[in-house]
Protein backbone atom coordinates (compact mmCIF):
# COMPACT_ATOMS: atom_id res chain seq x y z
CA UNK A 1 0.00 0.00 0.00
CA UNK A 2 1.29 3.58 -0.76
CA UNK A 3 1.19 4.26 2.78
CA UNK A 4 4.73 6.28 3.15
CA UNK A 5 4.12 8.49 0.28
CA UNK A 6 0.56 9.27 1.31
CA UNK A 7 1.86 10.07 5.04
CA UNK A 8 4.41 12.70 3.48
CA UNK A 9 2.50 14.55 1.14
CA UNK A 10 -0.69 14.33 3.04
CA UNK A 11 0.27 14.24 6.54
CA UNK A 12 3.10 16.37 7.13
CA UNK A 13 2.91 17.33 10.54
CA UNK A 14 6.32 19.02 10.44
CA UNK A 15 5.03 21.54 7.57
CA UNK A 16 2.87 24.48 8.26
CA UNK A 17 -0.51 24.42 7.20
CA UNK A 18 -2.83 25.19 4.02
CA UNK A 19 -5.83 24.73 3.00
CA UNK A 20 -5.34 21.61 0.72
CA UNK A 21 -3.59 19.69 3.99
CA UNK A 22 -5.28 18.11 6.09
CA UNK A 23 -5.64 19.61 10.19
CA UNK A 24 -3.42 18.17 12.95
CA UNK A 25 -6.11 16.46 14.79
CA UNK A 26 -7.10 14.88 11.37
CA UNK A 27 -3.07 14.00 10.78
CA UNK A 28 -2.70 12.80 14.32
CA UNK A 29 -5.98 10.25 13.92
CA UNK A 30 -4.76 9.15 10.40
CA UNK A 31 -1.23 8.49 12.07
CA UNK A 32 -2.81 6.46 15.13
CA UNK A 33 -5.13 3.98 12.86
CA UNK A 34 -2.39 3.44 10.62
CA UNK A 35 0.78 2.33 12.71
CA UNK A 36 -1.81 0.34 15.28
CA UNK A 37 -4.23 -1.00 12.89
CA UNK A 38 -4.32 -0.83 9.13
CA UNK A 39 -0.65 -1.62 8.58
CA UNK A 40 0.19 -4.40 10.49
CA UNK A 41 -2.54 -5.89 8.89
CA UNK A 42 -2.34 -5.32 4.65
CA UNK A 43 0.82 -3.62 4.81
CA UNK A 44 2.50 -6.67 2.79
CA UNK A 45 -0.78 -6.99 0.50
CA UNK A 46 0.00 -5.69 -3.16
CA UNK A 47 -2.80 -3.09 -3.82
CA UNK A 48 -4.85 -5.09 -6.41
CA UNK A 49 -4.34 -8.09 -3.66
CA UNK A 50 -6.75 -6.32 -1.13
CA UNK A 51 -10.08 -7.73 -1.66
CA UNK A 52 -13.53 -5.81 -0.27
CA UNK A 53 -14.79 -9.08 1.64
CA UNK A 54 -11.37 -9.32 3.28
CA UNK A 55 -11.68 -5.71 4.66
CA UNK A 56 -15.19 -6.16 5.36
CA UNK A 57 -14.84 -9.05 7.67
CA UNK A 58 -11.52 -7.95 8.76
CA UNK A 59 -13.48 -4.66 10.71
CA UNK A 60 -16.13 -6.91 12.35
CA UNK A 61 -13.59 -8.63 13.84
CA UNK A 62 -11.97 -5.44 15.70
CA UNK A 63 -13.42 -4.36 18.78
CA UNK A 64 -14.03 -1.21 17.87
CA UNK A 65 -17.65 0.79 17.80
CA UNK A 66 -19.03 1.30 14.45
CA UNK A 67 -18.21 5.25 14.29
CA UNK A 68 -14.35 4.02 14.58
CA UNK A 69 -14.70 1.17 11.62
CA UNK A 70 -16.29 3.50 9.76
CA UNK A 71 -12.89 5.96 10.45
CA UNK A 72 -10.87 3.06 9.38
CA UNK A 73 -12.54 2.64 6.32
CA UNK A 74 -12.58 5.89 5.40
CA UNK A 75 -8.66 5.91 5.67
CA UNK A 76 -8.12 2.72 3.95
CA UNK A 77 -10.58 4.33 1.01
CA UNK A 78 -8.21 7.50 1.39
CA UNK A 79 -5.07 5.57 0.46
CA UNK A 80 -6.60 4.05 -2.78
CA UNK A 81 -8.10 7.51 -3.55
CA UNK A 82 -4.25 8.39 -3.62
CA UNK A 83 -2.80 5.95 -5.46
CA UNK A 84 -5.56 5.42 -8.09
CA UNK A 85 -4.92 9.86 -8.55
CA UNK A 86 -0.95 8.74 -9.09
CA UNK A 87 -1.98 6.11 -10.98
CA UNK A 88 -0.77 3.08 -9.01
CA UNK A 89 -3.92 1.42 -9.03
CA UNK A 90 -7.10 0.89 -11.09
CA UNK A 91 -9.97 0.90 -8.74
CA UNK A 92 -10.83 1.17 -5.04
CA UNK A 93 -12.02 -1.74 -3.53
CA UNK A 94 -12.80 0.08 -0.20
CA UNK A 95 -15.58 1.75 -1.93
CA UNK A 96 -17.65 -1.88 -1.92
CA UNK A 97 -16.72 -1.81 2.22
CA UNK A 98 -20.01 -2.03 3.86
CA UNK A 99 -19.50 -0.34 7.10
CA UNK A 100 -22.19 1.50 9.22
CA UNK A 101 -21.27 4.43 11.55
CA UNK A 102 -24.38 4.36 14.04
CA UNK A 103 -23.76 5.05 17.31
CA UNK A 104 -24.10 2.04 19.93
CA UNK A 105 -24.81 4.74 22.34
CA UNK A 106 -26.72 7.85 22.09
CA UNK A 107 -24.51 10.78 23.49
CA UNK A 108 -24.88 12.28 27.07
CA UNK A 109 -26.53 15.74 27.32
CA UNK A 110 -25.97 17.21 30.88
CA UNK A 111 -29.53 19.01 31.54
CA UNK A 112 -29.42 22.61 33.14
CA UNK A 113 -29.19 21.48 36.17
CA UNK A 114 -26.27 19.23 35.79
CA UNK A 115 -24.35 21.90 34.42
CA UNK A 116 -24.95 24.16 37.65
CA UNK A 117 -24.06 21.67 40.15
CA UNK A 118 -21.41 20.75 37.58
CA UNK A 119 -20.25 23.84 37.83
CA UNK A 120 -20.55 24.81 41.38
CA UNK A 121 -17.82 21.80 42.48
CA UNK A 122 -14.99 23.48 40.22
CA UNK A 123 -12.81 26.13 40.96
CA UNK A 124 -10.78 28.55 38.91
CA UNK A 125 -9.92 28.18 36.23
CA UNK A 126 -11.73 25.08 35.60
CA UNK A 127 -15.06 26.89 36.45
CA UNK A 128 -14.81 29.22 34.00
CA UNK A 129 -13.78 27.13 31.32
CA UNK A 130 -16.45 24.73 31.78
CA UNK A 131 -18.56 27.86 32.06
CA UNK A 132 -17.39 29.11 28.43
CA UNK A 133 -17.52 25.95 26.91
CA UNK A 134 -20.77 25.26 27.59
CA UNK A 135 -22.17 28.53 26.85
CA UNK A 136 -20.22 28.70 23.13
CA UNK A 137 -20.10 25.17 22.58
CA UNK A 138 -16.08 25.58 21.51
CA UNK A 139 -14.38 22.47 20.37
CA UNK A 140 -11.32 21.73 23.80
CA UNK A 141 -8.52 22.31 21.44
CA UNK A 142 -10.30 25.85 20.34
CA UNK A 143 -10.94 26.80 23.99
CA UNK A 144 -8.05 26.00 25.06
CA UNK A 145 -5.86 27.75 22.28
CA UNK A 146 -7.29 31.10 22.91
CA UNK A 147 -5.28 34.06 24.12
CA UNK A 148 -6.47 37.15 26.12
CA UNK A 149 -6.11 38.82 22.59
CA UNK A 150 -8.87 37.14 20.85
CA UNK A 151 -11.17 38.21 23.74
CA UNK A 152 -13.08 41.41 22.78
CA UNK A 153 -14.51 43.18 25.55
CA UNK A 154 -15.87 46.20 24.23
CA UNK A 155 -17.41 43.93 21.01
CA UNK A 156 -18.52 41.00 23.40
CA UNK A 157 -17.17 38.82 20.39
CA UNK A 158 -14.39 35.80 21.13
CA UNK A 159 -11.98 35.54 17.74
CA UNK A 160 -11.42 31.33 17.28
CA UNK A 161 -8.51 31.71 15.32
CA UNK A 162 -6.08 28.45 16.72
CA UNK A 163 -6.66 24.98 18.09
CA UNK A 164 -4.26 23.18 19.93
CA UNK A 165 -4.21 19.51 19.84
CA UNK A 166 -1.37 17.60 21.51
CA UNK A 167 -0.38 21.12 22.69
CA UNK A 168 0.44 21.34 19.47
CA UNK A 169 -0.66 24.99 18.01
CA UNK A 170 -2.68 24.95 14.65
CA UNK A 171 -5.27 27.69 13.10
CA UNK A 172 -8.18 26.37 12.63
CA UNK A 173 -8.66 24.78 9.27
CA UNK A 174 -11.69 25.70 7.97
CA UNK A 175 -13.24 29.03 7.33
CA UNK A 176 -16.37 28.20 9.50
CA UNK A 177 -14.34 27.63 12.36
CA UNK A 178 -12.17 30.43 12.29
CA UNK A 179 -15.87 32.52 12.58
CA UNK A 180 -15.98 34.55 15.82
CA UNK A 181 -18.37 33.81 18.14
CA UNK A 182 -20.70 36.20 20.21
CA UNK A 183 -19.53 37.16 24.05
CA UNK A 184 -22.79 37.04 26.54
CA UNK A 185 -22.35 40.49 28.67
CA UNK A 186 -22.85 38.29 31.94
CA UNK A 187 -20.10 35.66 30.45
CA UNK A 188 -17.47 38.18 29.43
CA UNK A 189 -17.72 39.99 33.16
CA UNK A 190 -16.96 36.45 34.36
CA UNK A 191 -13.94 36.08 31.91
CA UNK A 192 -13.19 39.89 32.88
CA UNK A 193 -12.94 38.44 36.90
CA UNK A 194 -10.92 35.55 35.91
CA UNK A 195 -8.35 37.87 33.97
CA UNK A 196 -8.04 40.17 36.92
CA UNK A 197 -7.27 37.27 39.13
CA UNK A 198 -5.05 34.78 36.98
CA UNK A 199 -1.61 34.97 37.13
CA UNK A 200 -0.93 35.97 33.17
CA UNK A 201 -3.41 38.47 32.06
CA UNK A 202 -1.34 39.79 29.10
CA UNK A 203 -2.80 40.16 25.37
CA UNK A 204 -0.44 37.19 24.24
CA UNK A 205 -0.48 35.17 27.13
CA UNK A 206 -3.41 32.01 27.00
CA UNK A 207 -6.41 32.80 28.85
CA UNK A 208 -6.18 29.53 30.48
CA UNK A 209 -2.10 28.92 30.99
CA UNK A 210 -0.71 26.23 32.55
CA UNK A 211 1.11 27.33 35.96
CA UNK A 212 3.47 24.41 35.23
CA UNK A 213 5.03 25.91 31.81
CA UNK A 214 5.31 29.08 33.71
CA UNK A 215 2.43 30.15 31.36
CA UNK A 216 4.22 29.13 28.17
CA UNK A 217 1.92 26.71 27.29
CA UNK A 218 -1.97 26.07 27.71
CA UNK A 219 -3.59 22.99 30.07
CA UNK A 220 -3.67 19.67 28.57
CA UNK A 221 -7.23 19.15 28.11
CA UNK A 222 -6.93 14.95 29.50
CA UNK A 223 -4.76 16.55 33.14
CA UNK A 224 -7.20 19.53 33.78
CA UNK A 225 -10.29 16.62 33.20
CA UNK A 226 -9.04 13.62 35.60
CA UNK A 227 -7.27 16.42 38.12
CA UNK A 228 -10.37 18.95 38.23
CA UNK A 229 -13.59 17.89 35.64
CA UNK A 230 -13.95 14.30 36.57
CA UNK A 231 -13.98 14.65 40.46
CA UNK A 232 -16.61 17.43 40.13
CA UNK A 233 -18.75 15.41 38.12
CA UNK A 234 -18.56 12.96 40.48
CA UNK A 235 -19.35 15.07 43.18
CA UNK A 236 -22.01 16.36 41.67
CA UNK A 237 -23.54 12.80 40.88
CA UNK A 238 -23.78 13.07 37.08
CA UNK A 239 -23.32 9.82 35.42
CA UNK A 240 -22.34 8.63 32.36
CA UNK A 241 -19.61 8.51 30.04
CA UNK A 242 -18.42 12.70 30.46
CA UNK A 243 -15.94 14.79 28.81
CA UNK A 244 -15.20 17.88 26.67
CA UNK A 245 -16.96 17.06 24.00
CA UNK A 246 -19.96 16.60 26.34
CA UNK A 247 -20.41 20.40 26.73
CA UNK A 248 -20.54 20.96 23.12
CA UNK A 249 -22.94 18.53 22.18
CA UNK A 250 -25.19 19.41 24.81
CA UNK A 251 -24.85 23.43 24.09
CA UNK A 252 -26.23 22.40 20.65
CA UNK A 253 -29.19 20.00 22.17
CA UNK A 254 -29.93 22.79 24.19
CA UNK A 255 -30.28 25.40 21.73
CA UNK A 256 -32.95 23.31 19.39
CA UNK A 257 -34.78 22.63 22.48
CA UNK A 258 -34.93 26.35 23.25
CA UNK A 259 -36.44 26.74 20.00
CA UNK A 260 -33.52 28.24 17.91
CA UNK A 261 -33.23 27.90 14.19
CA UNK A 262 -30.61 25.21 12.73
CA UNK A 263 -29.21 28.03 10.78
CA UNK A 264 -28.21 29.58 13.88
CA UNK A 265 -26.96 26.91 15.54
CA UNK A 266 -25.07 25.47 12.84
CA UNK A 267 -23.06 28.76 13.05
CA UNK A 268 -22.97 28.96 16.67
CA UNK A 269 -21.34 25.83 16.85
CA UNK A 270 -18.98 26.90 13.17
CA UNK A 271 -19.82 23.68 11.04
CA UNK A 272 -19.39 24.11 7.52
CA UNK A 273 -22.34 22.58 6.65
CA UNK A 274 -25.34 20.53 7.40
CA UNK A 275 -26.98 17.92 5.03
CA UNK A 276 -30.54 18.67 4.46
CA UNK A 277 -31.66 21.78 5.70
CA UNK A 278 -31.76 25.33 4.95
CA UNK A 279 -28.53 26.20 4.62
CA UNK A 280 -28.71 27.57 1.09
CA UNK A 281 -31.75 29.85 1.43
CA UNK A 282 -31.17 31.25 5.23
CA UNK A 283 -28.69 33.05 6.94
CA UNK A 284 -28.60 33.66 10.71
CA UNK A 285 -27.89 37.92 11.52
CA UNK A 286 -25.26 38.76 14.72
CA UNK A 287 -28.47 39.79 17.01
CA UNK A 288 -29.73 36.73 16.32
CA UNK A 289 -26.75 34.36 17.34
CA UNK A 290 -26.28 37.08 20.50
CA UNK A 291 -29.65 36.36 21.37
CA UNK A 292 -29.32 32.31 21.40
CA UNK A 293 -26.46 32.47 23.38
CA UNK A 294 -27.79 34.87 26.25
CA UNK A 295 -30.69 33.16 26.29
CA UNK A 296 -28.66 29.97 27.31
CA UNK A 297 -26.18 31.70 29.38
CA UNK A 298 -29.31 33.40 31.99
CA UNK A 299 -30.30 29.97 32.12
CA UNK A 300 -26.98 28.79 33.05
CA UNK A 301 -25.82 31.90 35.18
CA UNK A 302 -28.10 33.62 36.51
CA UNK A 303 -27.46 37.87 37.30
CA UNK A 304 -27.29 37.10 40.75
CA UNK A 305 -24.41 34.73 40.42
CA UNK A 306 -22.51 37.09 38.08
CA UNK A 307 -23.07 39.75 40.70
CA UNK A 308 -21.69 37.24 43.65
CA UNK A 309 -18.67 36.23 41.78
CA UNK A 310 -17.12 39.98 41.49
CA UNK A 311 -16.99 40.24 45.09
Known amino acids: ?????????????????????KSYATQDTYEGYLKKWILPRWKSYRLPDVKAVQVEQWLKSLPFAPGTKAKIRNIMSALYSHALRWEWATHNPITHVRQSAKRRKIPVVLTIEQIKGFISHLKEPCRTAV?????????????????WEDVDFEKLEVNVTRSVVKQKITRCKTEASRKPIPLDAELADVLLNWKLRCAYPQPGDWVF????TKGKQPYWPGALFRAHL???????????????????HTFGT????????IKTIQELLRHSNYKVTADTYTQAITPTKRAAQTKLVKM????????AGRN
Do not use: C
Request: proline share 8%; hydrophobic share 40%; glycine share 8%.
Open 300 to 307: ILPVKSAA
Open 209 to 212: ASPK
Open 131 to 147: LLDASSGLRVGELLGLK
Open 1 to 21: MPDIFYRKTQLPAEVAEDDNR
Open 230 to 248: KPALKAAEIPGDVGWHTLR
Open 254 to 261: LMKANGED
